[in-house]
């Protein structure tokens, strides 16, 4: 059983603004930071994504910020705009009963009124570019920084971010104590950790391979785009759907699938990091509003998204990672709601999907939807024989070679306009 949140170190009114959210038990990894970090101990934390590893860090900023002042006496860095709003808004709600100001820096967002609204602020999250812009330009001040925060430092260097990280903590002063959080410890992490952590506590977490038992998972196979299309079209039409987020690997297909969903008359729009942040807090705004059904996301724009109406997910595009799928399932199945996730890969990409199996421990069974079976792969190279003699009979270029070089399918959904196939799935 855990402990509770007094018995690690946290104050009355702070557990008391926990339990009125409906947070009483510790995650184990606030079981294992809080004492660590209320001590003023620096920390290096294996955690994933979704261990609660946000309170980890937050509640002893809460506990260990002095409300008087208007300068920043603690700072969190993390990778991406999504989730400098989302820590912002957990720790507000963590503050609440200390008095804390809490604000984020990211960019995309005119600087002039982000230093403004900085001014007065105890405690900011920050994206490191836009800090190190503020810093330069003498907006910002972290000369009385007591607590810096790393949050997700192995994205952060996978963004580029290490010298802006390096710059910005050696304007901080050495007395302070520093709370590094990562997916993995090796590598660029270890090296950066070492410079900057003072003999830190080191925890580790394993990540959830597991996906949530309320989430049910299936797989479709594909023989090509066109045929992913069909998939996806006849997929979304299903009224059982309360929202759904569709995942790309680009942002390119990003929009490429968000553009054609909207031609059909979805109520869909793109989210990806090419996007100005306005357009992308508008983009989030309407899909908690529920004025969205279908969000098109890349991984990166995706992240820190949390809303319990979505009902399905779709991998339009498969992950880079196996841990990523485990989190991109993760955003359906919340808040005790069942969910449904819903894979679509091409032949060609079945050794991810047996990556992905191998690494949660459980095969994703694969189903067919009537009309849009695949044929199987001796049907495939049969199919594309054929299409290739019989236009080399004719004299054009066969057609199971397009220009690209690539084998293209004889699918009965390849090569047909989408309107016209997604009209008459529907």
């Known amino acids: 059983m855990n402990q509770s949140f007094r018995a690690l170190g946290v104050s009355a009114a702070v557990e008391q603004g926990l339990a009125d959210r409906g947070i009483v038990e510790p995650f184990p990894v606030q079981t294992l930071v809080l004492p660590e970090a209320l001590a003023g101990r620096d920390v290096l934390a294996k955690a994933p994504t979704g261990s609660g590893k946000t309170l980890a860090f937050g509640l002893p900023i809460v506990e260990r910020t002095p ?79 007591e607590t810096l925060v790393l949050d997700e430092a192995d994205r952060m260097l996978d963004m580029g971010f290490i010298d802006d990280i390096r710059a910005i903590a050696a304007a901080t002063p050495q007395s302070r104590q520093t709370l590094l959080f990562s997916a993995t410890l090796g590598g660029e992490v270890a090296r950066l950790a070492e410079g900057l952590l003072r003999a830190p506590r080191r925890i580790e977490l394993q990540a959830a391979r597991t996906p949530n038992a309320a989430i049910l998972q299936r797989l479709h196979w594909a023989d090509n785009a066109h045929h992913k299309q069909a998939l996806l079209e006849r997929l979304l039409a299903d009224p059982s759907i309360d929202q759904a987020i569709v995942f790309t690997s680009t942002q390119v297909d990003a929009e490429r699938v968000s553009s054609a969903l909207l031609a059909e008359g979805h109520s869909v729009a793109a989210l990806h990091g090419g996007m100005p942040q306005g357009q992308r807090n508008r983009t989030l705004g309407s899909l908690r509003r529920r004025n969205l059904r279908v969000l098109v996301a890349t991984d990166v724009a995706a992240r820190g998204i949390d809303v319990p109406t979505i009902s399905h997910v779709i991998n339009y595009g498969l ?92 699918h009965p959904a390849a090569g047909k306009p989408y309107a016209a196939r997604s009209a008459r799935s529907r």
């Open 67 to 145: 409300a008087a002042g208007g300068v920043p006496r603690a700072l969190v860095l993390v990778p991406t705009r999504e989730l400098a709003l989302q820590v912002c808004g957990e720790l507000r709600l963590a503050a609440a009963p200390k008095g804390l100001r809490v604000e984020a820096a990211y960019g995309g967002a005119p600087v002039g009124a982000q230093a403004k609204r900085l001014r007065g602020a105890q405690v900011v999250v920050a994206t490191p570019g836009r800090l190190q812009d503020l810093v330069e330009r003498k907006l910002v001040s972290l000369a009385e920084i």
């Open 319 to 410: 992950p880079m990672k196996a841990e990523d799928y485990v989190h991109r399932i993760g955003r359906t199945g919340r808040a005790g709601r069942e969910g449904l996730a819903v894979t679509l890969a091409e032949h060609q990409h079945a050794a991810i999907v047996r990556r992905i199996e191998r690494y949660t421990g459980h095969p994703i069974h694969a189903t067919t939807l009537e009309g849009l079976e695949p044929r199987t792969r001796a049907q495939f190279r049969e199919a594309t024989r054929k299409a290739a003699r019989k236009a080399t009979r004719s004299g054009a270029r066969p057609a199971g070679r397009p220009a690209s070089g690539r084998p293209a399918s004889a």
